[in-house]
């Protein structure tokens, strides 16, 4: 065998390994052929459309498979979820509780020094404990963890007053969510009650990845905020003129419903309105962050509910369907295998390979056109794309599109050996 052949040998198993890997790590089946579960959202009647363009707006942006939402009734928004992403129910139960009334406040300049005094009086608000952990610079950095699954309303409502009660001009005490350690942390931090600007429009965001692997969210304010947001920069940059003395910029909490979830630092004066917004803790919340920027206010949510759902075709079609795919290609298989013998297995082979290597072409395809589509930041490229009904049609349709492909090549190689050619030539021959 010639080197060059050699290599494409080895080049083909190494894409079949992945794919078979690819396979093992399990196959994301849509709502037709995996069931599903339905979210049901009450909403007041006066207020459905905009809701419905608000939840669907937001279940888009995180990168769900497939999601549906539609209207039932006249009262109720239902999002409807693959079994695959069974897990990501809270997040759409959160996506669907949240008003998303989008806010920024100045850190206190002396929080740095008011948190260091909570590490040593070793003062932790009620449901937490102070944990050290070492960050990625191998130094040790104290955070809050929960003690408990959660919190009860009092100890939720205790923790804004938390060590801030006697504080001037009047602040809050908060919580930011971090991720280290591969664990949920909670980041203190000391802010103004007064929002420097507050119910802020966003026309766009989206999630930031960071060379070190840190995620952020960038905004792009509207027009009708971009000029206060132009204004407050101004007065908080390096030099500004209410941070005169100062050569950094102020910090900005960025809250969501009174809760925080990202800072910024002001570096010089912002005239486009853009905003970058940091320390968020990891991918999963900075999609969410993102979506529910950019997607509005939601309002009159009165109900969340939800339920499991069988497919939609019933689990007996879908596992008789898998069964009669399975036993037709291996008697098609056997049949080619049958009927030209030596080369029948070579066929059989073949078609092996094809469906071997078919999810390693779908990721491709599906890689280029969500590239070509823009969205590949939001399932990323190198994911196997859901299976619908109308995905195995096209599957299956290739698949035979392969074999018959393969049968018409290998009858051409075996005529061109039975009238005497050489291997090369018959080769080239069936190529041709």
Same mark, same amino acid.
């Given at each position: 065998?010639?080197?060059?052949?050699?290599?494409?040998?080895?080049?083909?198993?190494?894409?079949?390994?992945?794919?078979?890997?690819?396979?093992?790590?399990?196959?994301?089946?849509?709502?037709?052929?995996?069931?599903?579960?339905?979210?049901?959202?009450?909403?007041?009647?006066?207020?459905?459309?905009?809701?419905?363009?608000?939840?669907?707006?937001?279940?888009?942006?995180?990168?769900?498979?497939?999601?549906?939402?539609?209207?039932?009734?006249?009262?109720?928004?239902?999002?409807?979820?693959?079994?695959?992403?069974?897990?990501?129910?809270?997040?759409?139960?959160?996506?669907?509780?949240?008003?998303?009334?989008?806010?920024?406040?100045?850190?206190?300049?002396?929080?740095?020094?008011?948190?260091?005094?909570?590490?040593?009086?070793?003062?932790?608000?009620?449901?937490?404990?102070?944990?050290?952990?070492?960050?990625?610079?191998?130094?040790?950095?104290?955070?809050?963890?929960?003690?408990?699954?959660?919190?009860?309303?009092?100890?939720?409502?205790?923790?804004?007053?938390?060590?801030a009660t006697n504080l001037t001009p009047k602040s809050q005490f908060m919580?930011?969510?971090?991720?280290?350690?591969?664990?949920?942390?909670?980041?203190?931090?000391?802010?103004?009650?007064?929002?420097?600007?507050?119910?802020?429009?966003?026309?766009?965001?989206?999630?930031?990845?960071?060379?070190?692997?840190?995620?952020?969210?960038g905004v792009q304010l509207g027009r009708a905020d971009k000029l206060a947001?132009?204004?407050?920069?101004?007065?908080?940059?390096?030099?500004?003129?209410?941070?005169?003395?100062?050569?950094?910029?102020?910090?900005?909490?960025?809250?969501?419903?009174?809760?925080?979830?990202?800072?910024?630092?002001?570096?010089?004066?912002?005239?486009?309105?853009?905003?970058?917004?940091?320390?968020?803790?990891?991918?999963?919340?900075?999609?969410?962050?993102?979506?529910?920027?950019?997607?509005?206010?939601?309002?009159?949510?009165?109900?969340?509910?939800?339920?499991?759902?069988?497919?939609?075709?019933?689990?007996?079609?879908?596992?008789?369907?898998?069964?009669?795919?399975?036993? =037709?290609?291996? &008697?098609?298989? *056997?049949?080619?295998?049958?009927?030209?013998? #030596?080369? +029948? !297995?070579?066929?059989? @082979?073949? /078609?092996?390979?094809?469906?071997?290597?078919?999810?390693?072409?779908?990721?491709?395809?599906?890689?280029?056109?969500?590239?070509?589509?823009?969205?590949?930041?939001?399932? =990323?490229?190198? &994911?196997?794309? *859901?299976?619908?009904?109308?995905?195995?049609? #096209?599957? +299956? !349709?290739?698949?035979? @599109?392969? /074999?018959?492909?393969?049968?018409?090549?290998?009858?051409?190689?075996?005529?061109?050996?039975?009238?005497?050619?050489?291997?090369?030539?018959?080769?080239?021959?069936?190529?041709?």
């Amino acid at each position: 065998m010639r080197k060059a052949d050699k290599t494409r040998l080895l080049l083909a198993g190494i894409c079949a390994v992945v794919s078979i890997a690819i396979l093992y790590g399990g196959i994301n089946f849509g709502q037709d052929l995996g069931g599903s579960f339905s979210v049901a959202v009450t909403v007041d009647k006066d207020s459905r459309k905009h809701t419905l363009g608000v939840i669907r707006k937001r279940v888009e942006g995180v990168g769900l498979a497939a999601p549906v939402v539609s209207a039932s009734g006249s009262d109720k928004v239902v999002i409807k979820l693959a079994r695959c992403d069974v897990g990501m129910i809270t997040a759409v139960e959160r996506l669907c509780r949240e008003t998303g009334l989008l806010s920024i406040h100045l850190v206190r300049r002396d929080n740095d020094v008011l948190v260091k005094e909570l590490w040593n009086s070793k003062s932790a608000p009620a449901g937490y404990a102070i944990e050290s952990v070492v960050a990625g610079k191998k130094t040790a950095e104290n955070f809050y963890i929960r003690t408990g699954d959660s919190l009860s309303s009092e100890q939720v409502a205790a923790i804004s007053s938390f060590c801030a009660t006697n504080l001037t001009p009047k602040s809050q005490f908060m919580l930011m969510p971090v991720q280290a350690a591969g664990k949920q942390f909670f980041r203190p931090c000391f802010v103004d009650q007064q929002p420097e600007l507050a119910n802020m429009g966003v026309d766009r965001a989206w999630p930031i990845r960071s060379s070190g692997g840190d995620w952020s969210v960038g905004v792009q304010l509207g027009r009708a905020d971009k000029l206060a947001y132009r204004e407050i920069t101004a007065k908080h940059c390096p030099h500004g003129s209410q941070n005169n003395d100062s050569d950094t910029g102020r910090q900005f909490a960025v809250l969501v419903d009174n809760s925080l979830l990202a800072m910024t630092t002001i570096p010089a004066v912002v005239f486009d309105g853009r905003m970058f917004l940091d320390r968020v803790a990891g991918k999963d919340e900075a999609r969410h962050l993102s979506s529910v920027c950019q997607s509005g206010t939601l309002r009159g949510v009165t109900r969340i509910e939800k339920v499991g759902l069988e497919p939609d075709l019933g689990s007996g079609v879908v596992r008789a369907m898998f069964l009669a795919a399975l036993l =037709g290609g291996l &008697a098609a298989l *056997v049949t080619i295998a049958a009927v030209w013998r #030596g080369y +029948g !297995l070579t066929i059989a @082979a073949c /078609v092996a390979a094809t469906v071997m290597l078919l999810p390693l072409g779908m990721i491709l395809a599906a890689g280029i056109l969500e590239l070509i589509s823009g969205t590949s930041g939001v399932r =990323g490229v190198f &994911a196997l794309p *859901v299976l619908t009904l109308w995905g195995l049609a #096209g599957a +299956g !349709l290739a698949l035979t @599109a392969g /074999v018959g492909l393969n049968v018409a090549i290998i009858s051409r190689i075996a005529e061109e050996m039975r009238a005497g050619r050489s291997l090369d030539i018959s080769l080239a021959g069936g190529y041709r």
